[in-house]
């Protein structure tokens, strides 16, 4: 079956990026198979839709981040599964003190590498399958539970082709007297590789005067680590040549007679190295002698392809066999020129690529079939509801948060992304929650502010209003999209723009569930839509018959909201006249407007308003009328269905909209929509009481038969039929807990080493000296006025030094409380000391539920810290309180914290030592559930906005002085002082 691959490389180098990332798009092409190889990590946008795209996410040795997190989410959404490619043994924190260059790396640039591994090993973990260079990388991968495969570096086209050119013109050469040994140094990371062989060398170059040694790239005489002592005596015929560009090495490598490919025998980091130096020889001719690792002996058939060598007299015989025996180096340089055009061609490497990509491919969809459950209640689903900011009495709303919480109460995971339109822009996800609990109720559902972007991955994305379809293009990490209609939206507006991308959201493929019968008979009929309903329900702890005191003359209550055209509120205000006219002493009650809307209007009877009203109000209002009037002439109201339940006759439009709710003269009257087929409806009710009582009595029963838990069942068997059968949500990274980054104790020795003495030099007076200055002049120059996290002003907290400590309160929502992850900030800088972490149940409380400490050093600049502990069983609902201190840490070594500016949620107060502060921390809740995982919610990250500083406004000024004079800087100055001063 086809794919598709997009490769993404953290490595620029021109020969890494060659053998790990232009090689496979050479060899997958070969087989028909396209890809697309991106390095620049700058445009997040393109490389997510790109990484959309494609049938596999290949990640060649990129560490860990921010962009990197979110196309590993996007990618688990879509079932693609992701690789992670490495060729050099840089994963293992452990093993960093192998890598010679980090020992003579200053301290601050060894703890950057050390980050460097920990963030590689971040990736690899997280990815679905290693491809590494060698079987020892391999080994070492599958060490840390990843599958891994071995996918060797090869040659490409071009190679094959110089190589063949360059063999050809061996070939009419003279053969000359000397011997040349060729040595390719590369990095300084093999500075100690050649003293392995050097011992041999010295007794070759000193039995065969001819013999000369070239060794090109960076290890030369001059440098401070010289060559071993016992090639000085020949130096007269060793001759330094500089790093050539990467195609031109061949034609370097093809002046050679020996090839040399030698490493330090005992260290991790070299035997994970590949054959590469002698798969370069080969194809040039040249024979290699080669150290005894993995590599070279999977590579090299000893003898015959090649030498291999595990000591002195090895090296020694070997050697001397090649320097004294022409013909044999050119039969063994032959011997291994074919031996890799037969194993290391793109045609022959291309077919090994795919074959193990497939079988990625194959056993992650398999993991994922393994781990779905569909359609039992014992596999709950992750469910992503989007809908607008909500309007404070509105009945849609009201109904989508009802929903939510059924739902989530049938044991579901529910989150709910709100899209802010009026007052929620600059608002935190905390206060967004706040928002709904003080007009509706609270949400049992991680709540997001969102206007597009990533998603938690889920089983399905349910949309509510229209606009909600226009934003999710990039929306990729769910099994299927689902549009939750409680209307006929088109009807909302005038024919134009609003009206047919309303309409338009119909045709756009999604799985309808719509409130009521005649939605579903609509958008089947009119769009041929794939549509299922549910039923219009009543919550009868709410809606039931109060006991409240009836007037001694008819009441009747009429849902008047002008603002809202689809209610007809002239209509239904000129039936009331007559009414009135016929009927004086009828009370009529308006309610759904407040009295300053309203007075907008003449009105020519008396009347009472009851503005907004709660649901518990309105369940008394319906109790004590006799009539109530509904007009819906696009679906159903949810009114009459709760005035029913409170035996309060109802007259609503005879329109196919109620159908399956209202029938006319059995459960209610409809009239037409004229004002005075309404009046005749309501005064034929209030002048004929046994036609009243015998609707009254039948509507109530039937709607002890509806409930809202019946409708949520009905909307969870809709998405159970119709998901598909391997569902996005139950993936099997949901069911891992990774563990927290280390402490200081736990780090190796040499890291705690180096930071310890980064620290100590911190410490020192004139370190914090300087960095009070340098924040004082940041302060004054490049601080940033306002800082936004997703429209929402944030600030950093300052360093997190000494006795200072950072505390937040909050409510744990659900059981199994497990994680907190906080938005930290590095300074850009590598920090050195231990972040603590301390969770309790109130600032009194004297001993600690969990204590995290994790190192500094390891802390992505303005990323989460995670901080892990054993999951609280009974957490849900209750109230708790971590702290955050660092008592080691220093002015210029300490991170900082973010903070919302001005958030205001009770609940989630800020503390500074104790003392409130405004706003509260950028902070995520995570939980740990048997069935689904791990779920929870954190502010997402992709919007962040700087405003404008000090030095930005000096820039323009002097923009302005130069292109506008002296006059337009002084109107640039007058008019930035009426904008602060409220002026403008």
Avoid at 521 to 539: P, S
Wanted: hydrophobic share 40%.
């Amino acid at each position: 079956m086809p794919f598709s691959v997009y490769f993404i490389s953290g490595c620029k180098a021109g020969t890494t990026f060659e053998y790990r990332v232009l090689q496979k798009q050479e060899q997958l092409a070969a087989y028909g198979i396209p890809s697309l190889a991106r390095q620049e990590l700058v445009d997040r946008e393109q490389l997510l839709q790109e990484a959309a795209s494609h049938d596999v996410l290949y990640l060649y040795r990129i560490a860990y981040g921010p962009l990197i997190e979110d196309l590993i989410e996007q990618a688990r959404g879509q079932g693609i599964p992701v690789v992670f490619d490495i060729d050099d043994l840089v994963f293992e924190p452990e093993l960093v003190h192998c890598v010679d260059p980090v020992r003579a790396m200053d301290h601050e640039e060894a703890a950057l590498y050390y980050k460097g591994v920990w963030r590689y090993r971040r990736t690899l973990l997280a990815s679905d399958a290693v491809v590494t260079s060698t079987g020892y990388l391999a080994e070492r991968a599958r060490a840390l539970g990843k599958r891994a495969f071995v996918h060797r570096n090869g040659l490409s086209r071009w190679m094959i082709e110089e190589a063949s050119r360059l063999v050809e013109q061996r070939r009419t050469q003279s053969n000359s007297e000397r011997v040349i040994i060729g040595y390719g140094s590369g990095t300084a990371t093999h500075r100690k590789d050649l003293a392995e062989a050097a011992e041999a060398l010295g007794e070759i170059m000193a039995r065969y005067p001819y013999v000369e040694l070239h060794i090109v790239g960076a290890l030369h005489l001059s440098d401070p680590l010289p060559l071993p002592d016992e090639l000085k005596p020949f130096a007269d015929r060793i001759r330094h040549r500089p790093a050539v560009a990467w195609r031109d090495w061949l034609a370097v490598q093809s002046s050679f007679d020996i090839n040399l490919a030698p490493l330090e025998s005992g260290n991790p980091y070299c035997e994970a190295k590949s054959e590469i130096k002698y798969t370069e020889a080969a194809i040039v001719g040249v024979p290699t002698v080669a150290s005894r690792t993995g590599a070279f002996e999977f590579a090299i058939r000893d003898g015959e392809t090649g030498f291999l060598a595990g000591d002195t007299d090895e090296w020694v015989a070997k050697l001397e066999a090649l320097v004294t025996d022409a013909p044999l180096r050119q039969r063994m340089g032959e011997a291994a020129r074919l031996d890799v055009l037969a194993r290391y061609t793109p045609e022959v490497l291309g077919k090994q690529l795919v074959e193990t990509l497939t079988t990625i491919q194959t056993f992650h969809h398999q993991t994922r079939a393994a781990v779905s459950i569909p359609g039992t209640a014992e596999a709950p689903l992750i469910l992503n509801w989007i809908f607008p900011e909500p309007i404070p009495g509105s009945g849609g709303h009201r109904n989508i948060v009802r929903m939510i919480n059924l739902l989530a109460s049938f044991g579901h995971q529910v989150n709910a992304y709100i899209v802010p339109r009026y007052h929620l822009w600059d608002k935190s996800d905390l206060e967004v929650r706040a928002f709904v609990r003080r007009h509706f109720t609270d949400l049992d559902a991680g709540v997001f502010k969102w206007a597009g972007g990533p998603m938690v991955e889920s089983d399905a994305v349910v949309l509510t209003h229209w606009s909600t379809a226009y934003l999710i293009d990039n929306v990729r990490n769910t099994s299927k999209i689902f549009y939750f209609v409680q209307d006929w939206e088109p009807f909302f507006f005038p024919m134009g723009t609003d009206y047919l991308r309303a309409e338009q959201t119909y045709k756009m493929g999604f799985s309808c569930i719509t409130l009521g019968r005649w939605l579903t008979k609509r958008l089947r009929e009119w769009y041929n839509a794939d549509a299922d309903y549910f039923d219009l329900a009543v919550d009868h702890h709410i809606y039931y018959p109060r006991p409240v005191e009836k007037a001694d003359h008819p009441r009747i209550c009429f849902y008047a909201r002008p603002s809202t055209p689809r209610r007809l509120f002239p209509i239904g205000i000129e039936a009331l006249e007559r009414i009135h006219q016929r009927r004086p002493d009828v009370e009529i009650v308006l309610y759904g407007t407040e009295d300053a809307e309203l007075c907008q209007y003449e009105i020519s009877f008396p009347y009472t308003n009851r503005g907004i009203l709660t649901e518990e109000e309105l369940a008394e209002l319906f109790s004590a009328c006799e009539v109530g009037i509904v007009l819906s002439p696009t679906n159903c109201s949810l009114i009459p269905p709760e005035m029913m339940a409170c035996r309060c006759a109802v007259v609503d439009l005879n329109r196919e909209t109620v159908m399956g709710v209202l029938e006319h003269e059995v459960n209610a009257l409809l009239a037409e929509p004229t004002p005075e087929a309404i009046a005749e409806a309501v005064l034929r009710l209030l002048e004929d009481e046994p036609l009243r009582q015998r609707l009254v009595e039948t509507a109530y029963r039937q709607m002890q038969e509806r409930s809202w838990l019946k409708s949520a069942r009905k909307v969870e068997e809709i998405l159970y039929r119709k998901l598909p059968a391997m569902r996005r949500g139950l993936a099997p990274h949901r069911f891992k807990m990774l563990p927290n980054l280390p402490a200081l104790g736990g780090l190796p020795e040499d890291q705690q080493y180096r930071l310890n003495i980064i620290h100590a030099a911190r410490r020192r007076v004139f370190a914090q000296g300087k960095a009070v200055l340098w924040a004082w002049w940041e302060r004054i120059l490049r601080t940033v006025r306002r800082v936004t996290l997703n429209g929402a002003t944030v600030r950093p907290l300052g360093e997190l030094t000494g006795r200072r400590q950072i505390g937040q309160h909050f409510v744990a929502r659900r059981d199994g409380l497990y994680r907190v992850d906080v938005l930290v900030d590095t300074y850009g800088r590598c920090n050195t000391r231990d972040i603590i972490f301390r969770l309790r149940e109130s600032p009194t409380a004297e001993d600690d539920l969990a204590t995290v400490r994790v190192n500094a050093s390891l802390l992505l600049d303005r990323g989460y810290v995670s901080f892990a502990f054993t999951p609280l069983t009974d957490s849900g609902g209750k109230s708790y309180y971590f702290v955050i201190e660092s008592p080691e840490s220093v002015p210029g070594d300490a991170i900082t914290l973010w903070a919302y500016r001005d958030a205001d949620v009770p609940g989630a107060e800020l503390e500074w030592n104790g003392r409130t502060i405004s706003g509260h921390l950028v902070f995520g809740l995570f939980y740990w559930d048997e069935r689904v995982g791990v779920v929870g919610e954190r502010p997402l990250l992709h919007e962040w906005s700087g405003g404008i500083t000090f030095l930005d406004r000096l820039k323009k000024g002097l923009h302005v002085l130069a292109v506008q004079g002296l006059k337009g800087l002084q109107r640039e100055v007058v008019n930035y002082w009426k904008w602060k001063t409220g002026r403008v």
